[in-house]
């Protein structure tokens, strides 16, 4: 697993995820095996020790109020998105906010845009 160079801020995430008691989550839809892979990827980019893929919601939102990543954490995701599967995700890109709006969205655009095999 990837190491976060932001330690700290990966206490931050495990506070906004859980409070010490047993989680319990809202039933969502199953992850399709591309969106579930991609949580991993999220999962291991930033250093979320906590969490699970099973645990992400494939619609919930990855930045604030969902997963509470940050700007820093994108630039982490968009570099193993690189790694991974060949595609360049450009900090300048228009569409970044819809790209990276939900794993659901992340996972679509991958799917898209990644190199035939």
Known sequence: MVKSAHPDRRNGHRDALSTGHQRKFPRMRDKTPLEQE???LVIDA????DVSADE???EA????????LDSIDALEIALSVSR????QLRADNKDNGA???????LAAYIENHRPAP
């Open 38 to 40: 991609v949580a991993r």
């Open 46 to 49: 930033v250093g979320l020790e």
């Open 56 to 58: 992400v919601d494939p």
């Open 61 to 68: 939102p990855l930045f604030r109020e969902g997963l509470g």
């Open 84 to 87: 991974e599967y060949g595609i």
């Open 99 to 105: 790209i990276f709006a939900s794993l659901e969205n």
